[in-house]
C-alpha cells in the first residue's frame, strides 16, 4: 500500500472532497508524485500530505480521480462485494419487498462508474469510468456471490464511456436469457427489452411514483403522457380509474404497453395511441375563437424524457415543459390531479415548479400542491454530491 502513487492537491481543493464528494478534477490537482497509468489505484492527498482517499485516476478524462474511499483501500474482489452487500442493505431497508431496482447507483453507492440494476433474477451493469472497466473481473464475481443470478448483461452503451477512452460495450457476460423478461413492480408485470431498451431496460426510477400517483386515479379518466411501458396508466388502471388513455411517440412501447396491460388484465380500461404528446394536445385543446376547451381528464400524468443534456439548451427546455403544462391544464377538471415530472439535472426543484406556475398564470389557474415527488429510494440522493440528484416531481390539484 505504501508504494501508491500520490496525487497531491492544490491548496483550498480539499473541503469537497472532505465533504464527500468523490471526484477530482484535473486543474484542482497540484502534482503526482510518481507516473501513473490510466485505470490504476491512487492515492489523494491535501498540499499538507494529509490523506483523502483512494481511487481510481484516469488522465483522459476531466474527472482525474474518482474516489472510492476516504480510507485506504484494496479494490479487489471482497472490497466490491462489501460495498455492493451495503448498497443492497439500503435497497432492503427502504424499498421492502421490491423485487427488481438499482442495486447499485455510482455516486450515490461511492461506486463512480458502476451502475447494477436488479430485474428479478437478471443483473444489467453499466461501466462508464476506466476504473471500473478494469475491475470487471472481480466486480462480476462479487455479484455472482450476493446475487447467483440467471444471468448478467452488460449495457454499456452510453456516450459518457468516450470521455474516459472507452468504447461502447453491450452484451450476455455470464449465463443465459433470451427475449423480454417479465419485470415485476410494485405487484405488476412489465415486459422488458434488458437488450435494446431504454436506459438498462426501463425507469425503475419511477417504482415509487407509480404507487404514489395512482392514489389520485380511483373512479377518474386518466391521461398518461410519455407513457413508455405503461408505468403511470398501468398502475392508475389498477387503482380504479374508469379509463386510462397512454400516448407515446414510439409505436413498439405503445405495443409492449398494450401487451403489458392485458397480461395484468387491464386491458379493458385502458385505450392507447402512438402519437407526438405536442401534437396530440395541440390538437385537443384547439378551439375556434370564443369556445373554450371542454376539460375531461381527473388526472393527466406528464413525465416526458429530459429536454436538455447540458445548460446551454435549459431555456428551450423550459419553453417544451410550460408548453406542455399550458395545454394539460386546459384539460384538467377542477378538483382533478396534474402529476408531472423532470429527470433533468440542469432544472432545479424551483425552476420546475416556476415554469408549470407560468403557465397555471396563462391559462388563469390556481394550484394546489399536494404531493412531492423525486427518485425511488434505490437511486439515493446524496446532498453533498448535487450530481446524484435528478429526478423531481409534483402533484398539483386544480383549484380553479
Ligand atoms: N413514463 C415513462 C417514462 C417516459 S420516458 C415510465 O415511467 O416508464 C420518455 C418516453 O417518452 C419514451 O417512451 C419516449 O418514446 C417518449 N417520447 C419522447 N418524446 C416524445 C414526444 N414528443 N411525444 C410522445 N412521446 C415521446
Same mark, same amino acid.
Given at each position: 500500500m505504501e508504494s501508491l502513487p500520490t496525487v497531491l492537491l492544490k491548496p483550498g481543493e480539499a473541503d469537497r472532497i472532505l465533504a464527500g464528494h468523490p471526484w477530482i478534477y484535473h486543474g484542482e490537482i497540484l502534482r503526482l508524485t510518481a507516473q501513473v497509468g490510466d485505470g490504476e489505484l491512487v492515492?489523494?492527498?491535501?498540499?499538507?500530505?494529509?490523506?483523502?482517499?483512494?481511487?481510481?485516476?484516469?488522465?483522459?478524462?476531466?474527472?482525474?480521480? =474518482?474516489?472510492?474511499?476516504?480510507?485506504?483501500?484494496?479494490?479487489?474482489?471482497?472490497?466490491?462485494?462489501?460495498?455492493?452487500?451495503?448498497?443492497? @442493505?439500503? =435497497?432492503?431497508?427502504?424499498?421492502? !419487498?421490491?423485487?427488481?431496482?438499482?442495486?447499485?447507483?455510482?455516486? @450515490?453507492d461511492f461506486l463512480s462508474g458502476l451502475i447494477v440494476d436488479k430485474y428479478e433474477d437478471v %443483473?444489467?451493469?453499466? /461501466?462508464?469510468? %476506466?476504473?471500473?472497466?478494469?475491475?470487471?473481473?472481480? /466486480?462480476?464475481p462479487a455479484l455472482q456471490a450476493i446475487f447467483s443470478p440467471r444471468a448478467i448483461f452488460e449495457r454499456s452503451?452510453?456516450?459518457? =464511456?468516450?470521455?474516459?477512452?472507452?468504447?461502447?460495450? &453491450?452484451?450476455?457476460?455470464?449465463?443465459?436469457?433470451?427475449?423480454?423478461?417479465?419485470?415485476?413492480? &410494485?405487484g405488476l408485470k412489465f415486459e422488458t427489452d434488458l437488450v435494446g431498451g431504454h436506459k438498462t431496460g426501463m425507469y425503475l426510477d419511477q417504482q415509487a411514483n407509480y404507487q404514489a400517483v395512482s392514489q389520485f386515479a380511483k373512479g377518474g379518466q386518466v391521461l398518461d403522457c410519455f407513457?413508455?411501458? !405503461?408505468?403511470?396508466?398501468?398502475?392508475?388502471?389498477?387503482? !380504479?380509474?374508469?379509463?386510462?388513455?397512454?400516448?407515446?411517440?414510439?409505436?413498439?412501447?405503445?405495443?409492449?404497453s398494450k401487451r403489458n396491460a392485458?397480461?395484468?388484465?387491464?386491458?379493458?380500461?385502458?385505450?392507447?395511441?402512438?402519437?407526438?404528446?405536442?401534437?396530440?394536445?395541440?390538437? &385537443?385543446?384547439?378551439?375556434k375563437p370564443h369556445e373554450?376547451?371542454?376539460?375531461?381528464?381527473?388526472? /393527466?400524468?406528464?413525465?416526458?424524457?429530459?429536454?436538455?443534456? &447540458?445548460r446551454a439548451s435549459v431555456p428551450d427546455a423550459l419553453r417544451g415543459?410550460?408548453?406542455?403544462?399550458?395545454?394539460?391544464?386546459?384539460?384538467?377538471?377542477?378538483? !382533478?390531479?396534474?402529476?408531472?415530472?423532470?429527470?433533468?439535472?440542469?432544472?432545479?426543484?424551483?425552476?420546475f415548479q416556476d415554469t408549470l406556475l407560468s403557465a397555471a398564470y396563462d391559462t388563469r389557474?390556481?394550484?394546489? =400542491?399536494?404531493?412531492?415527488?423525486?427518485q425511488s429510494p434505490d437511486h439515493p440522493i446524496i446532498p453533498m454530491i448535487p450530481e446524484t440528484e435528478y429526478l423531481k416531481g409534483f402533484a398539483f390539484e386544480l383549484v380553479r
Open positions: 492515492q489523494v492527498k491535501d498540499h499538507r500530505q494529509r490523506l483523502l482517499g483512494t481511487g481510481f485516476y484516469n488522465s483522459k478524462s476531466k474527472i482525474n480521480v =474518482r474516489l472510492l474511499s476516504p480510507e485506504r483501500i484494496t479494490p479487489n474482489e471482497a472490497f466490491f462485494e462489501e460495498r455492493i452487500r451495503t448498497a443492497l @442493505s439500503v =435497497r432492503q431497508k427502504h424499498m421492502p !419487498g421490491a423485487t427488481s431496482f438499482r442495486v447499485v447507483n455510482a455516486e @450515490s %443483473l444489467v451493469v453499466q /461501466i462508464s469510468s %476506466l476504473g471500473m472497466e478494469r475491475r470487471k473481473k472481480v /466486480i462480476i452503451d452510453v456516450a459518457s =464511456r468516450k470521455f474516459e477512452g472507452l468504447e461502447e460495450a &453491450n452484451g450476455l457476460l455470464v449465463g443465459e436469457h433470451n427475449g423480454p423478461m417479465a419485470v415485476n413492480l &410494485n407513457s413508455f411501458l !405503461g408505468g403511470f396508466g398501468l398502475h392508475a388502471a389498477r387503482a !380504479g380509474a374508469t379509463h386510462v388513455h397512454l400516448l407515446d411517440q414510439s409505436a413498439d412501447a405503445i405495443e409492449a392485458a397480461n395484468n388484465g387491464l386491458a379493458g380500461g385502458c385505450s392507447f395511441e402512438a402519437i407526438n404528446v405536442f401534437d396530440w394536445l395541440k390538437a &385537443n385543446t384547439a378551439v373554450r376547451v371542454v376539460p375531461r381528464f381527473d388526472l /393527466i400524468i406528464l413525465d416526458p424524457p429530459s429536454f436538455t443534456r &447540458n415543459y410550460k408548453e406542455i403544462h399550458l395545454r394539460a391544464l386546459k384539460l384538467l377538471k377542477p378538483g !382533478g390531479t396534474l402529476a408531472t415530472f423532470c429527470c433533468s439535472h440542469h432544472v432545479s426543484t424551483e425552476l389557474h390556481v394550484l394546489r =400542491r399536494v404531493a412531492t415527488y423525486a
